[in-house]
């Protein structure tokens, strides 16, 4: 298929008109990939959303093409965000195909390198606060309220209606809801997006809705607990979040679809992580893995009964933080003299085993 990107191919589903700027980096049209092994190990028929394989690496792009689009369909010519690294990514790229500028807020030290380096090629204007995502996030929506430039965080409703797509997608590539949708939260776009998704899917298309369970970080998780955390910690960057913009409806879509939302440790995280890409090839930024943590977690404690269809949305690419994975590494990788025979050696020793 000649995929046409995602305003084009959805428009039938989105608020777009022939008056809709064309823009497109062929984001949406994510695989959907079984993984035996998890399955096998949890008892579930798992698949992952591999939302790392858009443009700029993240789900973000789903929403941002859209936001963008309509933001110079009415005359925006500079957009502005908060970020904890993937939306500033995606909002410069879509921003620099647009020609026009971007402006982003992110908390000082704490966004990947991969992100960073992404927001400063695509050539956005950088501001960095010594404060976290909640602080940035306040910051300018105030300042989009008092000037002509647009805001293009989640709480713009174009953003969730780009990404609301992904829903579509899952119910196309499965032929159906899964029974259970496992994703991470940390601002709570992206789940509300995938809830009215599947709701709007099915009523046009008698798909099913499934469960929504929620994941966020223990240290940032301020819908689990009710309560804004003022100083949220985790090694889930993306998902360093303590008072989530769309609250009340993450709530809604964990109550209408009877799901749950749960926290994660960072270690539990960490485990997810590294076995996500040691059993079955993909490698997923740190935030993305809550959701493979959060269903171990839950297969554990038999709350997901056996044989059910679970997608895991994965929301970014591992290569965005190379830092992290580095850092989970506890041997040293072995240092051989530049001499075949040792290197054979070696080779022959680990393969006998
Ligand atoms: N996973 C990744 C990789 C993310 O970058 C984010 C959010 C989430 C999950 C959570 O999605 O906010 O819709 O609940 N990143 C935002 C950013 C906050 O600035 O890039 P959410």
């Known amino acids: 298929m000649n995929w046409a990107g995602l305003i084009k191919h959805y428009s039938e589903y989105l608020p777009v008109s022939e008056k809709t700027p064309e823009l497109t980096l062929k984001e949406g049209n994510t695989p959907l990939v079984h993984f035996p092994n998890l399955s096998e190990q949890l008892g579930i028929e798992l698949y992952g959303k591999v ?18 689009a309509k933001a110079i369909e009415e005359g925006s010519n500079s957009v502005i965000c908060a970020s904890t690294g993937n939306t ?34 695509y050539g956005a204007e950088i501001v960095e606060i010594d404060g976290n995502f909640d602080d940035a996030l306040k910051m300018v929506r105030e300042l989009s309220k008092k000037t002509d430039v647009t805001l293009v965080n989640s709480v713009n409703p174009y953003r969730l209606e780009g990404q609301k797509t992904a829903a579509f997608e899952v119910c196309d590539q499965l032929g159906i ?14 789940i509300s997006a995938y809830w009215k998704g599947f709701k709007e899917y099915h009523e046009l298309k008698q798909t099913g809705l499934p469960k929504i369970f929620g994941f966020e970080a223990e240290g940032a998780a301020a819908i689990v607990k ?19 913009a769309s609250w009340e409806l993450a709530i809604a879509a964990r109550d209408e679809s009877n799901g749950a939302i749960n926290s994660v440790t960072d270690k539990e995280i960490a485990n997810a992580f590294k076995l996500l890409a040691s059993k079955e090839g993909i490698f997923a930024e740190p935030g993305s893995c809550a959701s493979i943590a959060g269903l171990i977690q839950q297969c554990e404690k038999g709350t997901i009964e056996k044989g059910s269809k ?12 190379p830092q992290t994975a580095i850092d989970q590494l506890d041997v040293n990788p072995v240092s051989l003299p530049n001499d075949e025979k040792a290197v054979m050696d070696y080779v022959e020793s680990m393969v006998s085993q």
């Open 51 to 68: 939302e790392g394989a858009n443009p700029t690496g993240s789900f973000k792009d789903r929403g941002m093409v859209m936001a963008v």
């Open 88 to 121: 500033s990514a995606s909002a410069a790229a879509y921003a620099a195909k647009a020609g026009i500028c971007a402006i982003i807020v992110i908390p000082k030290g704490k966004v990947a390198m991969g992100k960073l380096a992404q927001a400063i090629m």
């Open 177 to 190: 809801a899964p029974d259970i949708l496992a994703i991470p939260v940390g601002n709570a776009g992206n």
């Open 226 to 244: 009710n309560q804004v955390i003022e100083q949220p910690e985790t090694i889930a960057t993306a998902i360093r979040i303590g008072n989530p």
């Open 310 to 321: 679970v997608v895991a949305v994965l929301t970014g690419n591992g290569l965005k933080d």
